[in-house]
């Protein structure tokens, strides 16, 4: 005859009709705990923040005459949207303000200096595309004066899109618990230019104790295809005094700035690993469209993703390419020119930065012999 085994005589299991109460409990302890090490290990190797940046930014202008987006700009930052939104941050350098009307406070010279004026609506594409921040510190913000740069905050503002300008308020974030500040600078006159170091990088540094994460956006640096290397010391544009990049970015991180995003060249330049941190010295043009020569290099646009430890060091990064036409956004390049020049020039100008580079675009610091 059948008999049915003991529970002293059957195997022991957490489940089935052998299950005890003290057993289900020792597996939910037992689950807790996988968790806890999961979520920890987890953590561990996500980022703290993620920085998406690229360089200038002018969605068409109707000085002096109209060149402007067919559908008002909508669709120009399409291609690259999903990239900004996936980032917990990201940046852009807005060239021109954004104004209806109103007086040019220069004129403009053909070969020498050229004006923009972009509706203030453009601001919501700003938003649309999942850009956060984008810097006034530029050489083109008060191209239509006092007012323009006005109407170019209002505009900002009620789209929801923050800035920082060569004077006034840093933009201020909180992500996931971390104070975030982003500070914009320039060349010219102080506050704020890179030309007058000590002043601006006092600034810098009084920042940097009272943020976790401090990011300075930087236009600055000689212009055009001919300004693709790096030059150490100081550089001139047109006799005009553009500042020492090279020095001023990393005094910077030595009073405490994490990350530093560099524009104005109008062409992609290096990159480079200083003390730990990221310094990109120029991302060049992004979406300017019709306003700004794209012929070779200058159509050359990347797309920068950083991820950043909790302290503000750099983790890895990505280059993603991207292409401009004449009157056209810029649309993803599968040939990649933005990133094999970039990781050529990285490797020319910055032969001891730790930086090594894979073929997708992704980059990390070389491992040390």
Same mark, same amino acid.
Request: proline share 7%; aromatic share 8%; net charge positive.
């Given at each position: ?41 987890? !953590? ?40 900004? &939104? ?14 209806? =009307? ?10 020498? $200096? ?9 601001? &919501?594409?700003?938003? $649309? ?47 996931? !618990? ?23 990088? #006092?600034?810098? #540094? ?5 943020? *976790? ?23 001139? %544009?047109? *006799? ?83 292409? &401009? ?17 970039? $990781? ?15 073929? *997708? =675009?992704? %980059? ?6």
């Amino acid at each position: 005859m059948h008999t049915r085994s003991s529970q002293s005589d059957a195997p022991r299991t957490f489940f089935g009709p052998h299950a005890t109460l003290r057993h289900l409990r020792r597996l939910s302890f037992l689950a807790v705990q996988l968790f806890v090490l999961f979520a920890s290990s987890a !953590g561990a190797d996500a980022a703290a923040l993620t920085v998406a940046a690229v360089g200038d930014v002018m969605m068409g202008s109707d000085f002096p005459a109209p060149r402007l987006p067919k559908d008002q700009g909508r669709s120009l930052l399409a291609p690259a949207a999903p990239l900004f &939104q996936a980032a917990d941050l990201a940046l852009a350098n807005l060239e021109g303000p954004l104004f209806l =009307g109103g007086d040019p406070t220069k004129e403009p010279l053909k070969g020498r $200096r050229y004006l923009f004026r972009t509706p203030p609506s453009y601001a &919501q594409n700003l938003k $649309r595309a999942g850009i956060s921040f984008v810097s006034l510190a530029n050489n083109h913000a008060l191209d239509f004066g006092r007012d323009g740069l006005r109407s170019t905050k209002q505009a900002l503002g009620e789209a929801g899109v923050a800035y920082a300008g060569k004077s006034g308020p840093v933009a201020e974030f909180e992500v996931r !618990g971390l104070k975030v500040a982003v500070l914009a600078l320039g060349f010219g006159a102080p506050p704020r230019s890179i030309v007058y170091p000590e002043r601006a990088l #006092a600034e810098v #540094a009084e920042i940097a104790r009272r943020c *976790d994460i401090l990011i300075l956006s930087v236009h600055a640096g000689a212009e055009g295809r001919g300004a693709l290397h790096v030059a150490p010391g100081p550089e001139l %544009f047109l *006799d005009e005094p553009r500042g020492d990049l090279v020095r001023f970015a990393h005094a910077a991180i030595d009073r405490g700035a994490a990350l530093v995003i560099g524009h104005g060249p109008h062409v992609p330049r290096a990159l480079e690993l200083y003390k730990g941190r990221l310094i990109a010295y120029s991302l060049g043009n992004f979406a300017t469209y019709g306003g700004v020569s794209v012929v070779g290099e200058s159509g050359y646009a990347p797309l920068l993703t950083v991820e950043l430890a909790r302290d503000g060091s750099f983790e890895k990064g990505r280059v993603t390419s991207f292409l &401009q036409g004449f009157q056209r956004g810029p649309v993803r390049d599968l040939k990649q020119r933005a990133l094999r020049l970039m $990781r050529r020039l990285s490797a020319e100008d910055f032969p001891g930065s730790p930086l090594s580079f894979g073929p *997708d =675009g992704e %980059f990390r610091a070389a491992r040390q012999p």
